[in-house]
């Protein structure tokens, strides 16, 4: 572990994707309802989109806002972003037009990628920020044309509906795939990496800033204590815009090395077969998602349809959340562990009350 921090220490998290793009080219970094996207490609990807923000003017330190949910596009935009020592800040997908102007306001922002089903929201304060250039971004472009995992209706629909050019939107795919390069940027750790906002449940929401220093710790942390690998499979559901979610699904498996397989938002058939079809060893996890996998005892959702158990590979999984009043019974848990964990492998979990404290525990072995 102390060597992991150390390293980690040494050099930003983008580094360790340069290097797994120049190692192991042609392993999957991440794969999306069947689509894989290799190291190699996804260096590529953000080394133009880097190369374009350079071009528009976006200079190390100058904020550039993410407004998506779960997809590639958002791996390739905030390593892009942080290549040449800008600081990315995730915008919530689910904010509201006046949750999106006060974030925007606040950064400064000149530049933003939106989901175009988001779109919508980015125009209606525009002409109250900074905002001079704006990246769309299309769930559906890089669905494969037959998934291995069953696909949101939502996201089907977008990729049935006929392809309309946004006119004040520059297509983020179009500049991922233009080959082109950054200039090198001299970064140091203390640099700041990420601005995240709090919550603002007590106030207006505050930017936190996080360096490239803490990131870096952070996730060699997280790698080092739960003992994962580049032979690791892991399941990302948790929004990748969130702090968690990001450390577990954009972080964390670049450093290791590790495949992701993402999810655009969860649901229990296509986690059990997520799980089930690649392999999965590590997944980080919510309660209501445990519930729903433990209430999952109709015929559509029995693992046993999936063609193997989900559980033959998955060795370890980390839930946070805040306690959840749908967790009402011990047996709920004590199901899902016995479902996924029957034998041998690692269960942990960390529940904490709205005012602190841990809840939960941990479990090492049977499903007990």
Known sequence: MQGATRQGLERPLHEYLRRHARERPDKPACIWYGRTITFSELDRASDAFAARLQKLGVRKGEPVALFMNNCPQYLMAQYGIQKIGAIASPCGALNKEHELAYQLADLGARVIVAAEPLLPIVRNVRTNTALEHVFVVRYADLLPD???????????????????????????????????????????????????????????????????????????????????GADDVLLSIAPLYHIAGMVMGVNAPIFAGATSVLLYRFD????????????????????????????????????????REPHDQLRYRLDGAARPSVVRRRDELRIFRSRLWPHRNTYRRYLYAAGGGALGNSRQGGAG
């Open 146 to 228: 037959k998934p291995r995992l069953a696909v949101p209706g939502e996201l089907l629909e977008m990729k049935a509906e006929s392809r309309s050019p946004v006119v004040d939107a520059e297509d983020f795919l179009s500049v991922a795939a233009s080959g082109a390069a950054p200039a090198d940027v001299a970064i140091n750790m203390d640099d700041v990496a990420l601005m995240i906002y709090t919550s603002g449940s007590t106030g207006r929401p505050k930017g936190a800033m996080l360096s490239y220093g803490n990131a870096s710790f952070k996730t060699s942390a997280t790698v080092g204590c739960n003992g994962l």
């Open 268 to 307: 229990a058939l296509t986690a059990l077969q997520a799980i089930a079809r690649y392999h999965v060893s590590w997944w980080y996890s919510v309660a209501p998602m445990n519930v729903a996998i433990a209430a999952s005892g109709s015929s559509r959702l029995q693992p046993g349809r999936l063609g």
